[in-house]
């Protein structure tokens, strides 16, 4: 009986021996799995706020493109080309000073920086601004003949400054203005008014208008597009074919 017993308490005391080791090392496994869950929440949280601040700034980002496209939006059509127009002739002003400075001429240095390419380029660009167009009508000539002398004009702004304090608002009539005889032109006006009068009537008197034949020519012809050909003809085969002509004309052909 007490063997019995003996040997039952070493059986029941193995167990407990196996028991107590397995327990070890879970207990040294929980830690390491611990450590290695926070830092990968740590890593986790990390790429969250990373991306919470890029979140942040690509929203700051469009924001300011919307107010920048917005403003785009409310500027005038052409407002890139005045743009660049200013900052070209805030150069040419700085240019300006630059050769005064000096002692130079800036329309002398301008034109030694400019290449014949350039000087060809722009020339071409010249005659395509004003081509001239012909006749259409009698209300485009007189437009153009309107254009042609207001560019002309060179107003005297002295004068100008001295009927404004004059007249003051009387100055721009309205509907309702009453001025009629207040004014009285001076002598220098008149004499441009005259002297541009009489330039006009010189450079008319060059012109004559163009008829499209000669009443007095022989009909040698059929309709218009024969009688081109007529003045083609004789113009190449003319002086070949003049006595030809001459002997048809009095009958004395052979």
């Not at 690509?58 to 005045?82: I, S």
């Not at 207001?150 to 608002?169: A, C, F, N, S, V």
Request: proline share 3%; aromatic share 8%.
């Amino acid at each position: 009986m007490a063997a019995a017993e003996v040997s039952a308490l070493g059986g029941l005391g193995a167990p407990d021996a196996d028991g107590g080791g397995s327990s070890g090392s879970e207990d040294e496994a929980r830690p390491e799995a611990a450590a290695a869950a926070a830092q990968k929440r740590e890593e986790r949280l990390r790429r969250f706020r990373e991306l919470h601040l890029k979140r942040n700034e690509a929203r700051k980002l469009n924001h300011q493109e919307v107010v920048e496209e917005d403003k785009r939006l409310k500027l005038p059509a052409n407002w890139e080309a005045k743009k660049a127009r200013l900052e070209w002739q805030l150069q040419v002003e700085e240019k300006k000073k630059e050769c005064a400075a000096r002692g130079e001429d800036y329309e002398r240095v301008k034109l030694l920086e400019i290449s014949a390419e350039e000087a060809e380029r722009w020339e071409r660009k010249k005659k395509k601004k004003n081509p001239d167009l012909g006749f259409s009508d009698y209300a485009a000539a007189q437009l153009r003949q309107y254009q042609r002398l207001t560019r002309q004009i060179k107003p005297d702004l002295e004068q100008y400054e001295q009927m404004k304090e004059q007249y003051g608002e009387a100055l721009y009539p309205t509907s309702n203005s009453l001025i009629h005889g207040s004014h009285v032109p001076s002598k220098e006006g008149i004499d441009r008014m005259v002297a541009d009068l009489e330039k006009q009537i010189e450079k008319r008197e060059k012109y004559s208008r163009r008829r499209p034949y000669n009443d007095d020519a022989d009909i040698d012809y059929i309709n218009e597009r024969n009688a081109k050909f007529n003045k083609k003809a004789e113009r190449f085969y003319g002086k070949y074919t003049a006595e030809i002509k001459q002997n048809l004309e009095r009958g004395t052909a052979v």
